[in-house]
């Protein structure tokens, strides 16, 4: 029979068809659950899975294209994130094109963090050191848990390792960071649509466990209350430190460096006896402020000998410039009124340990860093019997846990104290 209709009518009558076709084609899709298949790689068998999904949600007309993610180790690793794609696809989710490199990707999710400058500055060291030189090349869909669990063991065996190839091998704790790191990428990689599921949050993963973390943590080098009493003697009386204040409220208030740094005469309330710590210097630019690591303020008691030491270091500042002794000027400021490097403090406290090594009486004084001298202070009050609450709220630790973990090294002392005033008690002494 001859075909009816001229050729134009004829050719309209087959692209119909075609779309009709079309259109069955992508309903079957719509309603297809999606396919798990195995392939062959260097490494052994690999899986992968493949579903149909809208080239864009929000333009149904655009149609659909096929999704594929691989390099799973198991069929049933393929399957659980088939079934996470699924569920994204049911939600009219938008499934991104080529997949990023970790490294291209890590600059990218470092760049949309809102955090303290310190904070994302280690967050870029860690991938700097870490992460990038190992890892980075690679498609953030094709690292499977298997391949950073040898990144891990990598590191603890030979640390960094990059075109200078600089460190040694890694503690657990400095290895843990970086995973946190690595999976917080990850994490977000997952919301971009990147992968569907988490590889370094799988078992198979193996980061380093707190036990692990526990058992190399350093001991903190502490002085005793002799030990520091005698060095801040020194410190005042003979070497006529012109730094000696600092050190002391440091000493005497647990309080942080950046944040001594930034108090201002007007957080010195004489009549109550209290300082307030609303600020603290910024590491990252240390010309700047911010908030203190908490993000609270906190009000602490200090004692007549500390007021004592503040109110000698003001007159000494005033004798420079009144400007200098004015409510808003920082207390621990420069000769012109602006705020200390952290760093150079830091220095410049490692520079007088040298100097009081060299006393007879204190050559055998452990070495204790500036931050050390934090930690004196908390675990003299700890050893005292002063209640773990009152040195959290001294500290400005967040939590209780942050500051029982820190000076676990304490809780001996403190039983013993506790069993012996409990029998005192008992005893009627």
């Known amino acids: 029979m001859a075909p009816r209709g001229t050729p134009a009518e004829r050719a309209a009558d087959a692209a119909e068809t075609s779309q009709k076709a079309q259109a069955r084609r992508s309903r079957t899709r719509r309603r297809g659950r999606g ?116 990144h891990y063991r990598d590191l603890e065996q030979h ?31 997952i919301e971009d649509g990147h992968i569907a599921t988490n590889p370094a949050k799988r078992k198979a993963a193996k980061a380093p466990t707190t036990s692990q973390m526990r058992a190399e943590k350093p001991e903190l080098v502490t002085w005793t209350a002799d030990q520091l009493a005698a060095f801040l003697a020194w410190d005042r009386d003979e070497l006529q430190d012109e730094l000696f204040a600092l050190w002391w409220v440091i000493a005497n208030t647990g309080m942080r460096r950046s944040e001594a740094l930034a108090l201002k005469w007007s957080d010195v309330n004489i009549k109550t006896s209290q300082v307030s710590i ?58 012109d009124g602006q705020p200390r490097s952290p760093d150079a403090m830091t220095s410049r406290w490692d520079r007088r340990l040298k100097w009081a090594v060299k006393v007879k009486r204190f050559e055998h004084l452990p070495r204790v860093t500036l931050k050390g001298l934090r930690h004196t202070h908390a675990t003299i009050l700890m050893e005292l019997g002063v209640p773990p609450k009152v040195v959290q709220e001294r500290l400005g630790h967040s939590t209780i846990t942050t500051t029982m973990n820190i000076y676990s090294h304490v809780t001996p002392t403190m039983q013993k104290n506790a069993v012996d005033r409990f029998a005192s008690r008992l005893a009627g002494t």
Do not use: C, M
Request: aromatic share 8%.
């Open 278 to 335: 609303r600020r603290a210097i910024n590491t990252e630019d240390w010309t700047k402020t911010k908030t203190t690591k908490t993000g609270n303020a906190r009000v602490i008691d200090v004692d007549a000998a500390t007021l004592k030491a503040i109110a000698s270091y003001k007159v000494a500042r005033a004798e420079l410039s009144f400007e200098l002794a004015r409510a808003d000027a920082y207390i621990f400021g420069d000769d």
């Open 35 to 150: 396919s798990i298949q195995s392939y062959q790689t260097a490494a052994g068998k690999r899986w992968r899975y493949q579903i149909w999904v809208p080239v864009d949600p929000e333009q149904p007309d655009l149609g659909e294209k096929k999704f594929s993610r691989g390099g799973f180790s198991t069929a049933a690793d393929a399957d659980a994130a088939l079934q996470d794609a699924l569920k994204r696809r049911d939600q009219q989710e938008k499934f991104g094109g080529k997949v990023p490199t970790l490294g291209v990707y890590a600059d990218a999710w470092v760049e949309g963090l809102k955090l303290a400058d310190s904070t994302i500055a280690g967050y870029n060291k860690i991938i700097r050191n870490h992460l990038r030189p190992q890892l980075g090349h690679y498609p953030l869909d094709k690292l499977t848990p298997t391949r950073i669990a040898r």
């Open 159 to 189: 640390g960094r390792k990059d075109e200078q190839d600089k460190g040694g091998p890694l503690s657990a704790n400095t290895v843990h960071k970086a995973h946190v790191v690595l999976g917080a990428i990850l994490d977000a990689a």
